[in-house]
């Protein structure tokens, strides 16, 4: 099932400018700030928030993903990393999502 709560986002540029750097990208999921996050998936860096504007907050989680090393690809591995991690995060927000529809 796909989130309407889950938002991901990619970044491909940042990071260019290191010498390895076009070996990563940057995976940012966001979802509304008004959501509980369970005690288990807090951490000191796993989530921070992110204001829009208009008192509009999200919480944001970012992932630095490797998917190149050297001249080995490594994009599989990256996308099924992506796939957890939407999953993971997806779970949590499920029960809230049947709520709100």
């Known amino acids: 099932m796909q989130s309407h709560l889950l ?10 400018d290191y010498p390895d750097g076009d070996e990563w990208f940057m995976a940012e999921y966001l979802f509304p700030y ?7 998936m807090k ?9 829009v504007g208009e008192g509009k907050n999200f919480w944001r ?3 630095m993903i490797r998917y ?4 080995s690809k490594k994009l599989e591995e990256a996308l ?7 999953q993971e995060l ?12």
């Open 7 to 16: 938002h991901l986002f990619f970044d491909i540029d940042t990071g260019g």
């Open 34 to 40: 008004n959501i509980k996050i369970p005690d288990t």
């Open 43 to 51: 951490g000191t860096d796993y989530f921070s928030t992110m204001s």
């Open 61 to 63: 989680h970012r992932e």
């Open 68 to 71: 190149k090393y050297g001249k």
């Open 80 to 86: 099924k990393f992506l796939e957890k991690k939407y």
């Open 90 to 101: 997806q779970s949590m927000l499920e029960p809230l999502e049947k709520e709100i529809k």
